[in-house]
């Protein structure tokens, strides 16, 4: 039930926020962002399936894969902007039966990164439409548990990362934006060597690496 | 059966709900018009592995390029046909592999419900790629040939203005390999997302 209520109550507040009354066309505006404007990018992905044959033990029987990312920017003045994020992947494969000795299991992957961030976003003349170039930094912090069933254990991994980032914001009319946007991440992973004799392990080293993921993405927000 | 009461149930808190949404401008679909929805990505990841060989860490990238779109051109108010395509395409330095799949096909949509702000829809669609592999979480497979997947639709749609909007899709899909015929994967895929429109 009280899901039910909440569905609702998130149902309404999307209504409210849709409702196109203050909407108008007007996608040469000089200023298209302000002080207390609020750009959202949103994706929300759901997808579960299953196989009646043909699975080996690369292939699941079956499994459910719950996907979504939300993104807000909030301007304190008309080029300076507060940004946070969230994104979640969450997965349940069931595996067939493909080790006789362990029989079929299954594994649970989840992750989720929050981030927090501050951008400059200067304005541009693009073919007589008023664009914005932007830069923005800030930190992200990642989770993730890796569970299988027939184990009985997890693999749990977190980190604190850094970002950066750079592109434009275009406007397609007054609540839609295009956005492009080139994206560093770079957070450290931790590598531990070790050898294991006579069911003894024994640590040998532990070095701490930066990785690093660069993402260039073309996709659409909505301001507000 | 619960995921059937809860999409019931959200549509019918749709309907509901958003009827209170003011009709002072029209933002109705006209023949002609085309509707977008799609994103593309570039995902490039450094990562570092040990190798006892030589007693040194290494680094490796692995690369990773996405496209999906729908196209769909309006034959009238109420109905429409178009295009939909996705692809993927995965290369890592590290163990020198590629994977990818592609897949195209063709769409008819059909509003049951059409007004200023809010339209929903039923779709039929049919797809057809190489390496699509509707069961296949990871994408793992490299040899899944071609295959063919039809899909059934059921969304909703609010016009932010003219040219913008969110939309809520819901719908099962089956998938069979084209030698045999046989659908032996079915999915229920849901999706939210921005869509733009263009205007005639």
Known sequence: MKKYIYTTLVLICCSLIVDPVHAQDDSKSAEFISSG????????????AERDRNFNHEFEK???????????????????????????????????DYYNDIGAFKIDDRSIKLGLGAGYYHPITLNDKSTRLFIEGGLFRYSSTYKVSNYQSSFDKSYTGYSMATGFIIPLSTRLLLNLSLKRDAFPEEYILGTSQNGIYTEISRDTKWN????????FSIKF | MMIKKTTLYLIVTVLIA??????????????GDIIWVGN?????????????????????????????????????????????GQTQVLVSDRYNFSLSYLGAGALYRHYVLSRSKINMYVEGNSMLGYNIA???????????????????????NFNLNKTAGLFFEIGPEWESSMKDLVFDSK?????????FLKNK
């Open chain 2, 187 to 195: 999915a229920l895929r849901a999706t939210i997302g921005i869509q």
């Open chain 1, 62 to 96: 079956s499994f459910k894969n719950l996907s979504y990312d939300l993104r807000f920017s909030y301007f304190l003045t008309n080029t300076i902007a507060l940004s946070s994020s969230i994104s979640n992947i969450i997965t349940s494969r069931n595996l067939f």
């Open chain 2, 40 to 84: 593309s990505n570039i995902n490039s990841v450094k990562q570092y592995f040990y190798n006892s060989t030589n007693d040194e860490y290494h680094s490796v990238r692995s690369t990773q390029f996405s496209l999906n779109f729908k196209r769909i051109s309006l034959l009238s108010e109420s109905s429409g046909i178009g295009l939909l």
């Open chain 1, 212 to 219: 690093s993921e660069i993402n260039l993405n073309i996709g």
């Open chain 2, 18 to 31: 958003v009827p209170g949404i003011a009709q002072d401008t029209d933002y109705s679909f006209k023949k």
């Open chain 1, 37 to 48: 404007s609020i750009i959202t990018s949103i994706n929300f992905g759901y997808l579960g």
């Open chain 2, 134 to 156: 509707l069961a296949d979480a990871t994408g793992s497979t490299e040899s899944d040939g071609f295959r063919i997947r039809p899909a059934l639709k059921y969304g909703i």
